[in-house]
Each structure stands twice: as structure tokens, then as C-alpha cells.
């Protein structure tokens, strides 16, 4: 059973914010939420991490709500370099194989 | 950047034949892992490592050995490839519990052709 759900695909144009969900109905208490963003011929890179409440860092934010079975992770102001793959990962961040766990993440495309 | 380096960047194979992929990190990070990603599939998991000579199998490791004698290096083997381990294979790294830091760093990918 998959631990994460989210969008296979999304579109916006420059310029917007973009707000890409996760479901995790079955996170644990331990658990952490991670967002890795993919390019193309690149192995994935750490966007931003939290456990409750929301998170803010110099590229995005992360929402999570009082029962922590979802996540957003917002982009404001996209450009076309945020064209990428987002994974939205839920376990123990500090190692093992729970908290490296991908989905198939959802592909992002920015159009001018 | 992270120092952690995958070799070979690129390799083409025969059938049949061995083939080892090396990751070699700077961080002296407990962790290491091996992933592959094929078109349609987000990253799967192949093989980690908590620490020297420890290992623990992920959701895709048959075909796969892996071995880690020194903290910094962790090797991928193929025994004999076959086709469908044609892929691109990422190596990645994380400190380990009570090192602070949480983030992942992963390697610039290994792709690999069996033919």
C-alpha cells in the first residue's frame, strides 16, 4: 500500500503559484514530510522538510494540517526552470529505507 | 554540493556479464542507498546500507548484490545483467539519526544499457 498520494501531472504558467498536494492517511507519529524536486537527468534534490504546521524556506512552503494527513507544497511565482518532478516522501528522515520511499511523484509543466 | 560521486556515468553491457557500479561519498554519512528509475517509475529502491558490511534489501533487489567494506564507498553489483536492468541507477546519502541534518543528497546517476 502506497504511503503517499498525489497528482501525476500538473500545468501552470509563469509567473503563478503552484500548490501541489500529498495524502498520507496512514503517517505515522514518528513520521516526517519531505519534498525531493527531480530534473530531468538529475538525481532528485531536497526542497524542504517539516512535521506540523507550516514551513517556510527561500524556494517553497509546506503546509501540513492539525491531523498531518496531507501536505501542500507551494511554489510562488513559478518559471519555466520549475519544470520538474516533485516527490512528496513521509518517514523517518534521519535514515533507513521508511523515509527514502518514492512514488511516482507528480510532474510539474510551466508554460510561458 | 554534496561530495558524493556515482562511476561509471555511463556503461553498456552485455548479457550475461558482470557489472559493478561504485558510489563514493566525502560525507562520511552512515547511510547509503542504491535506486533505479525507469520511464513511468519514480525511484525504486534497491539496496541499502546503515554502516560498514551492513545491508538491508528495498523493494527491487533481486538480480542486485551490494557491499560496503569502508564507510565511504558502496558498491553495486549485477551479477549477471539481464535487459530489464537497463536503467538509470542513483546512489544517495543521509547522515543518520542524531547528525541534525536530514536532507538527502543523491548522486548524477549511473545509466546503464544491457544489451
Known amino acids: 500500500l502506497a504511503k503517499t498520494t498525489q497528482p501525476i501531472s500538473m500545468d501552470s504558467y509563469e509567473g503563478q503559484e503552484v500548490n501541489i498536494t500529498c495524502s498520507h492517511n496512514?503517517?505515522?507519529?514518528?513520521?516526517?514530510i519531505t519534498w525531493y524536486q527531480q530534473f530531468p537527468s538529475q538525481g532528485p534534490r531536497f526542497i524542504i522538510q517539516?512535521?506540523?504546521t507550516k514551513v517556510t524556506n527561500e524556494v517553497a512552503s509546506l503546509f501540513i494540517p492539525a491531523d498531518r494527513k496531507s501536505s501542500t507544497l507551494s511554489l510562488p511565482r513559478v518559471s519555466l526552470s520549475d519544470t520538474a518532478v516533485y516527490y512528496c516522501?513521509?518517514?523517518?528522515?534521519?535514515?533507513?529505507?521508511?523515509?527514502?520511499?518514492f512514488g511516482k511523484g507528480t510532474h510539474l509543466i510551466i508554460q510561458p | 554540493d554534496a561530495g558524493i560521486t556515482q562511476s561509471p556515468r555511463h556503461k553498456v553491457t552485455e548479457t550475461g556479464t558482470p557489472v559493478t557500479l561504485r558510489c563514493h561519498q566525502t560525507?562520511?554519512?552512515?547511510?547509503m542507498y542504491w535506486y533505479r528509475q525507469d520511464p513511468g517509475h519514480g525511484l525504486r529502491l534497491i539496496h541499502y546500507s546503515y554502516g560498514v558490511k551492513d545491508t538491508d534489501k528495498g523493494e527491487v533487489s533481486d538480480g542486485y548484490s551490494v557491499s560496503r567494506s569502508k564507510t565511504e564507498d558502496f558498491l553495486l553489483t549485477l551479477e549477471s545483467a539481464t535487459s530489464s536492468q537497463t536503467s538509470v541507477y542513483f546512489c544517495a546519502i543521509t547522515p543518520g539519526q542524531g547528525r541534525g541534518n536530514t536532507e538527502a543528497f543523491f548522486g548524477q546517476g549511473t545509466r546503464l544499457t544491457v544489451v
Open positions: 516522501l513521509v518517514g523517518d528522515p534521519w535514515g533507513g529505507a521508511d523515509g527514502l520511499t
Open positions: 560525507e562520511n554519512h552512515r547511510y
Open positions: 496512514n503517517i505515522a507519529t514518528n513520521d516526517y
Open positions: 517539516g512535521y506540523k
